[in-house]
């Protein structure tokens, strides 16, 4: 699984009233204010079958101006994580499995890459990939967020099976052959599933 929330330490310029306590909620509207937008772009390679490594490429618009904070992922679930890309921070360095930013300020952007072990067997040629939690966190609320998901996969080796969660308001669900593309805005905690399997399995039953 591979996550990457932020947790800010000084979200005082938004109302407390606005917080959610950590349940789910898709949103139908965008907020008045600019969100914290993550995006995702996950290309599984014919390796990544046999090895469940995926390459990542991550980028934040829109960061909370905030005197710290981090970009974290689950430990021994990330390797060659690197910044590309960090403008309006006043330092950002990679720390074990996380990236530590200090000094952020409005309009700021961050560009990672690295790999991450995201695609998991779950037999008879099925694959899950599993990302999340993401997450817009401040000591116990929850704020909006925006999440795209870019996936792209071979599609003469898999074909995509299932999405969770589904298409509804909030989340837009976009397929093309070898490639998908999920939109989510949202508060609280999300967790995405793509399943797939061989493209040829139905063949050989």
């Known amino acids: 699984m591979m996550g990457a929330p932020v947790a800010a330490t000084d ?7 606005a917080v959610n306590e950590g349940s789910l909620r898709f949103l139908a509207t965008l907020p008045a204010k ?54 309006g921070i006043g330092t950002a360095r990679v720390e074990g499995a996380s990236v530590q930013l200090q000094q952020v300020a409005p309009g700021a952007r961050l560009c990672l890459s690295a ?18 939690p993401y997450m817009r966190r401040f000591l116990d609320g929850y704020y909006p967020m925006r999440v795209t998901l870019e996936v792209t996969y071979p599609q ?22 070898g490639h998908i593309r ?15 399997e061989f493209a040829l399995r139905n063949d050989h039953r």
């Open 11 to 17: 979200l005082s310029l938004e109302s407390a009233e």
């Open 34 to 87: 600019p969100v914290h937008h993550h995006q995702n772009r996950i290309l599984i390679s014919p390796d990544s079958l046999v090895s469940g490594w995926v390459s990542l490429s991550q980028c934040h618009d829109h960061l909370d101006a905030v005197p710290q904070a981090q970009i974290t992922f689950r430990e021994g679930f990330v390797r060659d994580l690197r910044i590309d890309v960090a403008s």
């Open 115 to 132: 790999q991450t072990r995201a695609l998991h067997s779950a037999g008879a040629g099925v694959f899950d990939l599993v990302n999340g």
């Open 156 to 177: 003469q080796t898999l074909k995509l099976t299932d999405v969770d969660p589904p298409l509804q308001p909030g989340l837009t669900i976009v397929e093309q052959p």
């Open 182 to 196: 999920l939109d989510a805005l949202f508060e609280g905690e999300l967790r995405t599933r793509m399943q797939f």
